[in-house]
């Protein structure tokens, strides 16, 4: 029983660190969370206002974010599903929670409303509200479309992101949000991409202020800032003289412009490039994400097809399983018609039921971007889909499998973490592609350079040593699977230092 423990601990952790935020299951919750808030504050504040004579509370002022809310909802109809597969969606679903619902939680649970009951129920949620780090990664992945899609602001602005149109597309207000949050993370070339697409808007159109809380001075100031952070002194000098033209008697502007003309620049502007990580498999995983091109295999990998099982490297037994090695060392290896359709749409429907399960039982508060899922269906389902993942021979010693988990990937992508130590029992993994390729979600191997295209019904084997990762997926759900291969050790002996026979 030890042993089974430690190697189900091991299938846990097989594919790093969580990106939960991002994950389709997670915009459910938040849609359902706004639901009920709507919901529950709607009826407090109608009481009230039936209770009273006059709003002793001053719930007017909140009332015109209800009937917002009410209005895009009714917008959705049944279409959650649709609506929350937009980046742009998701963006202004969790603005809204992060924002408006913020300020009427607030408002509400600070009065002594007369609703106790209901009031009770929203204390409930406001913890499990998206808070400032949630909705920095949300903004953070909407300016990331210029990295992994080539896009501009102006495209980003006007939803061009898939043939299907947002709901409503992004304002000002919502452009500042994406500057702000990419000003505070110190990646001044987004800062001030979309602050120069604001100031752009401002100067044509005359605006004075974005919304009840940001001027169009405030912008200006942010620009020239975000251009001094990066050590472009002209550049900044510049903004604040469009500023003054606009606004004269501007003081702050005029006491910056008289700092700056003591400044020296360190920087040049062709040298203006977005922030890059310090990892170097970012930095790789990055640049494949963001390549054009749709597959990149190695140079040295065998571009003629393989028939499973091998001995010695020779087909000695007919079998239907098509592959593809795409990578030496370490061993990748590309499966073709694994699985059908059925299959596909049977075990990412587990993989969403579980995840949904936890979501609910524990009212918002966690859901988990993946999930260990079992088979109990007179199907067999996932029995089946072991048994023909079982037949390459991918391992010196007999193969064993656990439990297949199932993961749904948002526009954070994923980044695997480091491989596992020389004693492990575990020979590598099979990666399964459950759903229909959208905008995104290539399976990428950063240090091999190595990027393998959504297939569903295919099957990825790699070898323990890969590091692997998920591009982007900025559109639809995306659902994958996970399958740990062991090898069964006998007793007295050592795992090989090769892991895989190496007549691959």
């Not at 790093?16 to 009826?43: A, H, I, P």
């Not at 929670?97 to 406001?126: F, G, M, P």
Request: charged letters at 25%; aromatic letters at 10%; one cysteine or more.
């Amino acid at each position: 029983m030890a042993r089974v423990a430690v190697i189900f601990y091991l299938s846990c952790l097989s594919f790093g660190t969580s990106q939960d935020t991002t994950s389709v299951m997670n915009f459910e919750k938040f849609f359902r969370m706004e639901e009920e808030l709507l919901t529950l504050s709607d009826l407090i504040v109608k009481q009230e206002l039936r209770s009273h004579d006059e709003d002793v509370h001053q719930f007017a002022n909140i009332t015109s974010v209800l009937e917002d809310v009410k209005a895009i909802h009714k917008d959705i109809g049944r279409n959650v599903a649709g609506y929350i597969s937009h980046p742009i969606n998701q963006f202004h679903l969790t603005r809204r929670l992060y924002h408006q619902w913020r300020e009427v939680l607030q408002r509400i649970l600070n009065s002594d409303t007369c609703v106790k009951a209901l009031k009770v129920k929203l204390q409930n949620i406001e913890d499990n509200v998206p808070d400032k780090n949630v909705f920095s990664t949300i903004a953070s992945t909407i300016s990331a479309l210029q990295l992994y899609k080539g896009l501009t602001v102006e495209q980003i602005m006007r939803g061009d992101i898939t043939e299907v149109e947002p709901l409503q597309k992004l304002t000002l207000a919502d452009a500042f949000a994406i500057a702000q949050t990419a000003y505070e993370k110190d990646d001044m070339f987004y800062a001030i991409e979309w602050l120069k697409y604001i100031i752009e808007e401002v100067k044509t159109h005359r605006i004075s202020d974005i919304d009840d809380k940001v001027s169009s001075s405030a912008i200006f100031h942010m620009l020239s800032n975000a251009y001094f952070r990066a050590g472009l002194v002209k550049e900044a000098q510049t903004v604040l003289a469009d500023l003054l033209r606009l606004d004269p008697k501007n003081v702050a502007a005029k006491r910056n412009l008289e700092y700056l003309e003591n400044s020296k620049a360190s920087g040049k502007l062709s040298d203006l490039k977005p922030k890059s990580p310090s990892k170097k498999s970012r930095r790789l995983y990055e640049e494949l994400c963001g390549s054009p091109e749709k597959r990149i295999i190695s140079k040295s990998s065998k571009l003629k097809c393989l028939y499973f099982p091998l001995r010695n490297g020779i087909p000695y037994m007919k079998s239907d399983i098509k592959a593809e090695v795409v990578n030496g060392r370490p061993l990748i290896i590309e499966m073709y018609d694994m699985f059908d359709n059925g299959t596909a749409m049977a075990i990412s429907y587990m993989g969403y039921k579980k995840l949904m399960e936890s979501s609910t039982v524990r009212r918002y508060s966690e859901v988990r971007h993946n999930a260990a899922v079992y088979d109990t269906t007179n199907w067999k389902w996932i029995p089946n889909l072991q048994a023909k993942l079982s037949e390459p021979k991918l391992s010196h010693f007999t193969r064993l499998f656990f439990s297949l988990r199932t993961f749904n990937i948002g526009t954070e992508g994923q980044l695997r973490n480091p491989e596992f130590g020389g004693q492990s029992a575990v020979v590598g993994n099979f990666y399964t592609f459950f759903t229909d390729p959208t905008v995104g979600g290539e399976l990428v191997f950063p240090l091999s350079r190595i990027k393998i295209p959504v297939t569903k019904g295919n099957v990825v084997f790699a070898e323990i040593k890969a590091q692997v990762g998920i591009c982007p997926v900025y559109y639809g759900s995306q659902w994958y699977g996970s399958q740990t291969l062991y090898e069964k050790i006998p007793p007295n002996q050592c795992p090989q230092k090769q892991r895989v026979p190496k007549f691959y």
